[in-house]
Structures are given as structure tokens and as C-alpha cells.
DNA sequence: GCTGACAACGAAAACGTTATCGATAACGAT
DNA sequence: ATCGTTATCGATAACGTTTTCGTTGTCAGC
């Protein structure tokens, strides 16, 4: 017994003894047919478990009510904005579609384009970009770009303050008494990585630190080459007291390479990240980070990206700065030799 | 200057003066137009910029090239799957979209009927549920279960051999030594978590030692509960000296309470767990765990997918069962008082 | 009993494709 | 010249909707 082929708006409405118009315009609801024959419609409808084609409905109305999400690659904090992104989506009537480049991306600049380019205006009605490499280009449908490679320019952004982030987190660590404080930086190409970076030169100069550029790295939000590069930096004879990462990721790897040279995290040596994903609060010892509300970022990208597609007039140059707070845990504390100070400093 | 509306098959006819149907045909690579005319319409196809829509392309073919992949909630296990499904649909000419419940499954048994209903043979060819509560639904359209609920019945189904697995680890710990071996398991109502238990009872059994049901808890594979859970469990009198988590994520929770217990894994605990998700060897100490083929899992249930929907007459309980293997890291030891012994057992 | 207004409904065009099938032309064989 | 064959091409119906607009019926008001 196969299932009977699906039922289209025709054999509703000959079942119903009306015409496919009538049936339309109950389906939504629209002026024109009497209540007395729309309960009737709906009756037969439920009868026959009727659902209106979708791909029928996008042809005829010129749009798909589906928006697109791209990502290069499922990383938590993708994840994790995905999950904002699907809170933000339930209830608008539009669905969302995901697309990842499964990492292949490699520094390779335009990825997105290939992808939109077949997706816009057929398949999706607008998109978000995760991570984009390419702003301001007009892909023939809305789209706004999530804390993308260049600067906000052209396209709708969401980002988070990342200048702000890193000063604190810096600042965090000074106050505890830390002078030696290495960076272990992002990808150079990327906005965030180069705000996060001026934030920390920012509050290494209102402290009165000078930056030693030996203590700069990058990590690449990258957990192998941040490793890497930590080894490196606590195999320095005189090795920091404390070490600024660029993204959680790269944080808990430097956790790991100090826990093989045999270091304590925090007694030996302090650690903050950057985004508090999940992980920063399970790993051991719980990881001191600049939160970012990835989540909210994934909601109002989505939300924005919808204003959008129902014809609001946003300006091009929108842009949305979320503030991002520190969250003290336990991989800080004081250096060896000094007291514990203040712990609280946003 | 907005762009043009989007150039469609008549356009392109038009401009290269021939008919659409010719254009389509050429599109298509089908069989009835010359070299020359072809060679004609593909330059005024790639001057226009034209794209073949998919919407009109689906009404009209009755598919949509598109899969989709149902997930409850996008934690580690689901991303990690998703990669492995986005490895295999590259090249397949089907595009992937994800449907997350956002979590708020919640017990709800059925929530992806709901979704599927929407959407199978209206803007999907066919889906993979991940962890689905109902199998053996006829839905309309090919479905296949990843690590379903309930036993494999009626859908094509693909696993891991959870109770080798389980087994493994289990006797993993009983060749260092242990002998008061603590279970963490999964929810109750997860296939998965059924036959995981399973494998314990009988390597204990194999290893000639006792369950003492006082060490058999229920951590529902959730971090917040296990975590509760191993603080009961390390807070007994007699603690047990191992324990085996039903997934990496309890795992985790496991050790960071120890760690705050002051107990050190691997020293005075040792800790397996179960999926091997990436976080496991990213941790501090890294986790001895069982190793799930969770890339593959989504590879080998989008390949079964598509041999589905291009008309493979598969069994309909078809039952792919991938093998598990033992990865030994950090977290696991002999119990104190005892010399380490055998350290692989795979 | 007419007219006008209004509500309820349906016929048909359109959205952008693809498949079928008939038309035309070219050409070699009879 | 006629026929059959083959290669190339185009007109058209269909896919399942929505919307426009015309048709019909009803009824109030004169």
C-alpha cells in the first residue's frame, strides 16, 4: 500500500464540490468566500491531509520564504550562532536552510559567492553570511554579513564589540599584576582578530606595559597552530605570566600545552579566552573569557536579515555592535609572588 | 541602479534566437541540438549571467535535488554528523538543509513528524533523522535513522556498535585494575544508552565482578545532570575508583567535579567515555574514550539517502552498523596502589 | 419591477521550467 | 521525381499554485 501521490488544490476542490480559487483563498485566508463553505474547504482539507506544494507557492509568489545561512565550517562557535539563528527563525514562517563549506574554505577569498549565486532568488530569499571574506557585493537578495573579514562596508553587519572585549580581558589581567602578558592573536585577515588585537595594545598602553612583540603570536583561531605556537611561547626563558587568546579555542589549547610542560594553570600561568562557548565553562580548570552573545548575534542577524526580505529600508550600512562582557573564572589569578587583587573589574 | 530582475530560459532563447525549449535542452545536455547552436546558447548564457531557477525546475521534475537533515538540538555529536553528511553530498548535485529543533524536544516523543510532514515531497527529495523517537513511519518520502530511539524496525537504520563499545571500555578499565567501576548512563529511553548498559553488564560480568547497582547512575548524556550525578557518586564512602560515562560530554562533567572534589584524574579516578566528539582530546587531561565513527555515520546516511531517492530498492531494514574502537588517552590509570599494567586492549 | 450595490464564486492567465511530438530541411537511395 | 531517413528545432501542455477580473445571485431602495 503506497501512499496516494499527495493531494494537490484540485482534488480539494473537486472533493469540495468548489473551484481551486475558492481553496486558495481559504488556505490564506483572503476576502471572498463565505464562512459556511470555508469551514466546509477546511474540512475537507483535514480530510485529506492536504499541504499546499511549497515549491508551487515560491513559484508563483517569487519568494520561497526559506533563508539561507552560510558558514565555512561547523565550529562551536557556528554552532552556537546557528542555535541563535534557529531560536530567532520559529514563529516568522520561514525556514532556515543551512549551508557549511565543510572547512575546505582555506584563506580562499569569495567562497560565498559561489554559493549564493545559485541560491539567491531561487532557493533562499536572502541569506546570512557567517565569517564572510567578501563585503558589499549585491547578490540580488538581502543579506547581511556576521562578523565578516573587512570592515563594515555596503552590507548590513552584526558584530560584537571586540575592541572593548580585548581591553578588558587585558585589563583583567593587569590588575591581577600580570606584566608579561603574551597575545596569541586570530587570523590577520580577519576584522575581529585585528580589533581584538588593538584592544589589547590599547590596555597594555593605559597600564603602562609596553607591548614585546616577541609576546605576539598568531594563533589563527586555530587550537593545532595555537598550540604550537604556545609551546614556543612558554619555552621562552622568560616566559609570560599570563597569556591573552583570541578565541576560546585557542585558549584551551594553550591550557593543554601548559598542562604537558608540567605548568598550573592558574598558579603558573593565566589564561583568557575570547567568545565563552560551551566548552570555556566544562573544561578544566573553567576558562576566564570576553563573552560574546553569539547566540543573540545568530537572533537579530536573522531578525534583521527578515526586515529585510519584508522590505524595510534599512540603510546599507547598518550595523549592529553587541557588547561583550568578561566572565571571571578559574584559569586567572594573581602571578606567583603576589597577592590575589581585585576580580572584578567590568 | 537595481539589478535585473533575473534573467529566465526566455530571455536567453530570445537573445540567442531560438526557442526555450532548445535552451533547455542545452541546459540539459539532452540529445537534439547541434554542436553549433549549443555552443551559441551557452555564450548567451554566460553573457546574461542566467541560472536555471530551482524552484521551477523542482515544480516541474517533481524533486528538488534537496535532503535535509532533522536534528533535536546542534550539541557536538549532531555538528560532528553534519560534517560527515556534508562531506558526502558534495558532488552529488543534491544540497543539504539542516533542521534543528532548537533543543526543545524535551521528551517530546514525535517532534519530527511534524517537521517532515511540511516538508517531504514539497521541499525535500528525503531526510536523515538524527536520533529520531519514531521509526518505521511511512513518511512520504526516503528516511533514514541515525541512532534512533527505538530499535531498528521498518527504516533504514544506521549505528554504532554501541555494545562492543561499551564492552571495551569497560574492560579497559577492569585490565588496569579497577574493580568498583561506576556507570554514568544515557537516557533511559535511548536505544543507544540501553545497549551501552548492556555492554557493561557483560564485560563485568566477563571480568568475573559485581555491579553494585549503587554505581549505576543515569546521567541522561546531558553535562548538568552527570554532574550532579558524579558528585553523589564521589561523594560515597566507598567511591568507586573508575567510571564509565555514557558520552564524552558526561565524561567531561565528570572530571571537572573531581576537579573540584580535589581529586585528580587520572590518579585518583579514572574516567571513560563515549562518541570520541572533539572536545575529548582537546581537554585537560585528554579522554580515554570509545571512539564513534561520527564523521562516517553522517557520510554513510546520506549515501544510503541518495541510493534511496534515485530509486535503490534497499531492504526497508536495512541495518548499518559501524564498528567502535578503544582510544586511550590521559584519563584513565591503574588505581592507585596498583602498578599500571596493560595499556591497550583494542 | 428596475436599478445599483455588494457578496460569493469561478475561469483563466501567469510563474519558469521540461518532455513530447510534430514540422521542416537536407540528403541519399531508388 | 519520389520516398524514407535522419538531424535539428519549436509549439505546447503540464507541474501546483495565486491573483485578477468577470459572472452570477441576492437584496435594499425607489
Known sequence: MQPSPRATIRDVAARAGVSVATVSKVINDRYGVSEQTAAHVREVIAELGYEASLVAQSLRNHQTNVIGILVADLEPFSAELLKGAGDAIRGTGFELVVYSAG????????????????????????AVLVTPTVVGVNYGAPVVAVDPHTGPAGQPTIDSDNVTGARMATAHLITLGHRRIALLGGRPDLLSAQLRERG?????????LPVEEELVRIGEYDPEVSAAQARLLLALPDRPTAVFAGNDLS???????????????????????????????QCSPTLTTIRQPIREMGSRAVELLIGLIRGAEEPADTHIMLPTSLVVRNSTRAPAGLPPQDRSTS
Open 200 to 208: 589589547f595594545r590599547q590596555a597594555m598602553a593605559a597600564g603602562g
Open 103 to 126: 572547512g575546505r574554505v582555506g584563506g580562499h577569498v569569495g567562497w560565498e559567492q559561489r554559493y549564493l549565486s545559485r541560491l539567491s532568488g531561487t532557493l533562499v530569499d536572502g
Open 251 to 281: 585558549a584551551i589549547a594553550t591550557m593543554r600545552v601548559a598542562d604537558e610542560l608540567g605548568l598550573r594553570v592558574p598558579d603558573d600561568l593565566s589564561v583568557v579566552g575570547f567568545d565563552d562557548i560551551p566548552e570555556a565553562s
